[in-house]
C-alpha cells in the first residue's frame, strides 16, 4: 500500500513532465488537476502492486479471434472519426450552410454526440489490461503483453502504446469528468476537457494504425489496415444529397409552374 505522500510526489512527477509548471502552484494546477494526476497515479500503484512477481508473469493468451475482434473495432472508431472529421471539421462555408439550411439542429447535436464518443473510444482501448477487480479488459495492453517482454514485438507494440498513452493523458479528464460521469464542479464550471490538438489526434490514429498492422502481421501472418474504404465516399455522398435537397425546394418554390409540377411530379409520381 503506498502513501498518500507517495503518490503526491508520483503525481507531481508525471504532472510536471507531461504540462510542465509547478504541481504546488495553484494557478497552474487548481485543485481538480491535482486530484485527477493522483487518481491516474493510484490507480497506477494498485495496479502495480496487485501484479505478480517480476519472473513470474507469463504472457496472456490471446486467440486469433480476439485480434480480429479488436482490429474491427479499430477500423469501426476511425471510420467514424474519418467521416465526422469530412462533415464537421473539413466542410466548407457553403457546405456548412447546406447543414445549416436542412437540419440545424441535428449537425449540432450529432456533432456533440460524436465528439463525446471519440473521447470515450480513445481511453477505453487504452485502459489497462486488467481492473482493480481483476477483470481483463480488451485493450492494447492486452495485447501487447500477449508477447514476450524480451521479444521484438512487444518492444515496437510497446513503444506505440507509449505514443498513445500521450494522448490519452489529454482526453482522459474529459472521459472521466463528462464521458463516465457527470461532474458537477466541471458542469458547473463549463470549462472544457480533453482539448487534445488535431495534430494530437493525428499521431494517435498513426500509431493504432501501426499497432493493429504489426499485432496482425505477427498474430495472423498479414498486416491489416484500420482505414476502412467508402468512408470518406458516404460523408461525400451525405452532402451531395443535401446539396440535391436544396436546389429541388428551390424549383419547386419557382413561380415557373411547368418547373413547379415538373417537381411535384419527380416526388410524387402519383399525384
Known amino acids: 500500500m503506498r502513501t498518500e505522500q507517495q503518490i503526491e510526489v508520483a503525481a507531481a512527477a508525471a504532472a510536471e513532465k507531461a504540462n510542465g509548471g509547478k504541481f504546488v502552484d495553484p494557478l497552474f494546477y487548481k485543485p481538480e488537476h491535482r486530484a485527477f494526476w493522483k487518481e491516474v497515479i493510484r490507480a497506477a500503484f494498485d495496479a502495480a502492486d496487485t501484479a505478480s512477481p517480476p519472473g513470474a508473469a507469463t504472457a496472456p493468451s490471446v486467440s486469433p479471434k480476439e485480434v480480429e475482434e479488436f482490429s474491427a473495432h479499430c477500423v469501426y472508431i476511425r ?10 471539421r473539413d466542410s466548407d462555408d457553403a457546405e456548412r450552410k447546406v447543414m445549416e439550411a436542412v437540419a440545424p439542429l441535428f449537425f449540432e447535436d450529432m456533432g456533440k454526440v460524436l465528439s463525446e464518443f471519440l473521447v470515450i473510444a480513445g481511453c477505453r482501448i487504452t485502459d489497462p489490461a486488467s481492473d482493480r477487480r481483476g477483470n481483463q479488459n480488451f485493450t492494447l495492453e492486452l495485447f501487447t503483453n500477449s508477447f514476450s517482454r524480451d521479444s521484438e514485438t512487444f518492444k515496437q507494440l510497446a513503444a506505440l502504446r507509449q505514443r498513445i498513452d500521450k494522448h490519452r493523458v489529454k482526453i482522459l479528464p474529459a472521459r472521466n469528468k463528462l464521458g463516465a460521469h457527470a461532474d458537477r464542479a466541471v458542469i458547473l464550471k463549463g470549462e472544457p476537457l480533453g482539448a487534445a490538438s488535431w495534430t494530437d489526434w493525428d499521431d494517435f490514429w498513426s500509431a493504432l494504425r501501426d499497432f493493429v498492422r504489426i499485432l496482425n502481421a505477427k498474430t495472423l501472418g498479414k498486416p491489416f489496415e ?5 468512408v470518406r465516399g458516404d460523408a461525400e455522398t451525405l452532402l451531395k444529397a443535401l446539396y440535391n435537397h436544396q ?25
Not at 471510420?79 to 464537421?88: A, E, L, P, Q
Not at 484500420?226 to 467508402?230: F, K, R
Open 226 to 230: 484500420i482505414d476502412a474504404g467508402g
Open 79 to 88: 471510420s467514424v472519426y474519418t467521416f465526422m472529421m469530412r462533415i464537421w
Open 247 to 271: 436546389h429541388f425546394e428551390t424549383l419547386l418554390k419557382s413561380n415557373d409552374p411547368v418547373v413547379r409540377d415538373a417537381c411535384i411530379k419527380l416526388a410524387l409520381p402519383s399525384a
